[in-house]
């Protein structure tokens, strides 16, 4: 099959398509003929050498996909081969087939194309495990989203309007404001003019934060809250230290929470699908959030597909198709 990795920690260059044996389910496992993988910041992170799998994973790139079944390992029930799925994966989307725990894999929400619904699982799951299932956020509270018109962004203005929140949210120009508000957002801000403290703070703060900047925005952030407001780290992309100013957080009585998703034991992220499949499945199916797809690439541009995020010329979500244009 083939497949791509990094040869070398680098920029998009280094991703090359190499030829690996096919796979075969173990004991839980089920093994997916790969239809379209998503490509995420973390894929681009891992490409650098910053951000490598969990020790016994796939070197190949990819955090998700969608597919059908092609092999059921022993003791999997509920799949059978020819399902149409898309999976939450912690490595090895990046190919024409990838093993993956059963307990990691979707069905396919009515009404969504099997290419584009490679776009929902990393998404769907970092935000709803995060956002809800974490930080509780409530039908009229206000929530921030950093960085809107990503996939990250595009997907939780999607489920927090869907939940009758009030949503901020910060992207970089006025194109992507744009989508971000017709996507649902009540507030856009606009980071290279606008203070998204400023802005929040003159309506009361924000009672939940999803920030992918980490270290850069920690300060501005914990001021942004409003009393009893919880602060949801996922990234580092403003790098992994920040100032932190304990009394700020004690007025406040905050919280800050930081989470990873790709590291968590199989078990905890079976219970996170569930969930997304119980409570955030039917409002895809409904069309009250839709995958928002920038483009579908080929798997030989596989390094095309990254210099998109690297350069942050997309809006939503970048996916990978194995079926050559």
Not at 100 to 129: K, R
Request: net charge negative; glycine share 12%.
């Amino acid at each position: 099959m083939r497949a791509v990795i990094a040869t070398e920690p680098g920029g998009p260059e280094v991703l090359s398509v190499v030829d690996l044996p096919g796979l075969a389910p173990g004991p839980g496992e089920v093994v997916i003929d790969v239809v379209a993988a998503g490509v995420n910041k973390a894929d681009t992170l891992q490409r650098q050498g910053l951000y490598p799998p969990p020790p016994g994973e796939s070197d190949v790139l990819g955090l998700e996909c969608s597919g059908t079944i092609a092999a059921v390992g022993e003791g999997v029930t509920g799949w059978q081969i020819g399902d149409r799925v898309c999976a939450l994966l912690a490595g090895g989307g990046y190919a024409e087939q990838v093993r993956v725990p059963a307990g990691q894999v979707l069905p396919v929400p009515d009404g969504v194309d099997l290419v584009e619904a490679a776009a929902l699982p990393e998404v769907a799951c970092t935000v709803w495990s995060n956002v809800f299932m974490l930080a509780g956020l409530q039908p009229g509270e206000r929530f921030l989203v950093h960085g809107g018109a990503g996939g990250i962004g595009t997907f939780a203005i999607q489920l927090a309007t869907a939940l009758s929140a009030k949503v901020f949210t910060t992207a970089g120009s006025a194109e992507k404001l744009a989508v971000c508000a017709e996507l649902g957002a009540d507030v856009t801000i606009n980071y290279r003019e606008e203070d998204f403290v400023e802005v929040l703070s003159a309506d009361g703060g924000a009672d939940v934060i999803l920030d992918n900047m980490g270290g850069k925005y920690l300060d501005r952030n914990v001021t942004a809250l409003a009393t009893q407001g919880r602060l949801v780290i996922i990234g580092m992309q403003g790098g992994i230290k920040g100032e932190l100013n304990i009394a700020k957080l004690l007025n406040k009585r905050g919280a800050i929470l930081a989470t990873s998703l790709r590291s968590r034991p199989a078990e905890e992220k079976a219970a996170i699908c569930a969930s997304v499949a119980e409570h955030v499945w039917p409002l895809v199916a409904s069309g009250e959030i839709r995958p928002i797809v920038h483009a579908v690439l080929p798997l030989t541009a596989a390094g095309q597909a990254h210099r998109l995020l690297d350069e942050s010329a997309h809006v939503g979500k970048v996916l990978l198709s194995m079926v050559e244009a």
